[in-house]
């Protein structure tokens, strides 16, 4: 097998830490932490970290060269061209589109709008960042306050965690939904607990929890790249051969 397909107890690893760390985060939901601190400037230094995460996530999808680095197809692309001019021999073509190859086993990845494909995980991920952020902008530097339900908001942040962890599982516009509710997710379960607890030292425990998703999040979605042409049976594609006898 190949050397760059994520071993299955690397993946397991991430998955059974970041389902832990959901877990503390319900935990949390039922038995808020006491440790109620009076620091004044709590909310603009959380704001401002997870704010900044926001930040970098958005601007990273406008990078093409980083999100297709997931996958390494520009650096293949700059090595040898000849893998491209046999996709066209099982219905595609040798063009990538959103990021992907224009392959019918990626056609749950992408989405058109007119003539242009978009990926749908970049596209729902650049959603919901734009929602936290502005969430982030509301709540940590407004007077905005969540007098009732801040339980209730960390379990719906725990369930878009959670389904966005597994996205590559669904395709189409709930795969896009999946993406954004991830993103907004973690920014709920955050402002949810911190409205319980209050804690700066709680708050940054969330925002590294976060960063441990989202790197969880990238890794499957490699993991799920490299296994679909691992997978692949096409006897002429090229670069599915060469990824399988990397090693």
Same mark, same amino acid.
């Given at each position: ?13 991430? !998955?059974? &830490?970041?389902? *832990?760390? $959901? ?37 990273? @999808? ?6 297709? %680095? =997931?996958?390494?197809?520009? #650096? ?7 893998? $491209? ?10 063009? &990538? ?12 990845? !992408?989405?058109? !709008? ?15 960042? $734009?929602?936290? *952020? ?21 379990? !719906?942040?725990?369930?878009? @965690?959670? *389904? ?13 939904? $999946?993406?954004?509710? *991830?993103?907004? %997710? ?5 402002? %949810? ?13 969330? =925002? ?13 979605? #490699? ?25």
């Amino acid at each position: 097998m190949s050397k760059n397909l994520f071993s299955s107890s690397f993946i397991t690893y991430l !998955v059974t &830490i970041s389902l *832990f760390g $959901l877990f503390l985060a319900g935990i949390m939901a039922f038995y808020p932490p006491v440790v109620e601190e009076n620091f004044l400037w709590r909310k603009p230094i959380v704001g401002s970290i997870f704010g900044s995460i926001c930040t970098l996530g958005i601007l990273a @999808v406008f990078f093409p060269k980083q999100c297709s %680095g =997931v996958f390494d197809f520009r #650096k293949e692309e700059r090595g040898s061209r000849s893998y $491209l001019n046999h996709f066209a021999s099982h219905g595609t073509s040798s063009k &990538i589109r959103g990021h992907h190859p224009d392959c019918e086993s990626f056609s749950a990845h !992408v989405f058109q !709008v007119g003539k242009r494909t978009f990926c749908t995980a970049c596209t729902g991920l650049l959603l919901g960042g $734009l929602s936290a *952020f502005a969430g982030t902008i509301l709540y940590f530097f407004s007077n905005w306050r969540i007098e009732h339900g801040s339980s209730l908001l960390v379990w !719906v942040g725990i369930l878009g @965690v959670g *389904f966005g962890l597994f996205q590559f599982k669904f395709s189409g516009i709930f795969r896009l939904f $999946l993406n954004i509710f *991830f993103a907004f %997710g973690a920014f709920l379960i955050l402002i %949810g607990v911190d409205e319980l607890a209050r804690s700066v030292t709680v708050d940054l425990f969330l =925002v590294a929890l976060t960063l441990f998703w989202l790197f969880t999040r990238i890794s499957l979605s #490699k993991w799920d790249h490299e296994r679909i042409c691992y997978a692949c049976r096409v006897a002429t594609c090229e670069f599915a051969d060469r990824k399988k006898k990397v090693g």
